[in-house]
């Protein structure tokens, strides 16, 4: 009986230590600070920014044909901004908006933001 409670003991400090290894190293995912990128740098060359967090800053609009919301340049340029609460998005159509969270890209959806935040800006 004293040996399993013993062996229990070590199993549960294992688990802790590790899980809190990986916070420790992962920061949670919203500890780091934002990288500053602009739209037209996150369209023109997703690689150099994939997986890292970051704020950019643009007109917000809704495309009816994709059913997505954009963050997009004077230009044309955009990036989907992908889930953020539907309702809060609504209501910045149209405005400018700084977007931070997490870059992504892939073939099937572009360019996109797991968004954190989004904020009219100032």
Do not use: N, W
């Amino acid at each position: 009986m004293g040996r399993l409670l013993i062996y229990l003991c070590i199993l549960v400090l294992a688990v802790f230590v590790l899980s809190a290894a990986f916070l420790l190293q992962t920061g949670g995912g919203t500890s780091s600070a934002a990288m500053p990128v602009s739209v037209h740098d996150l369209s023109v060359a997703p690689r150099d920014h994939a997986e890292e967090r970051v704020a950019t800053t643009g007109v917000l609009r809704f495309l009816h044909e994709p059913g997505d919301h954009f963050v997009v340049t004077a230009d044309g340029l955009g990036v989907i901004v992908r889930g953020y609460d539907e309702q809060a998005l609504r209501a910045l159509d149209g405005q400018t908006v700084t977007v931070t969270g997490r870059f992504g890209f892939d073939k099937e959806t572009g360019t996109y933001i797991d968004a954190e935040s989004v904020t009219a800006a100032q």
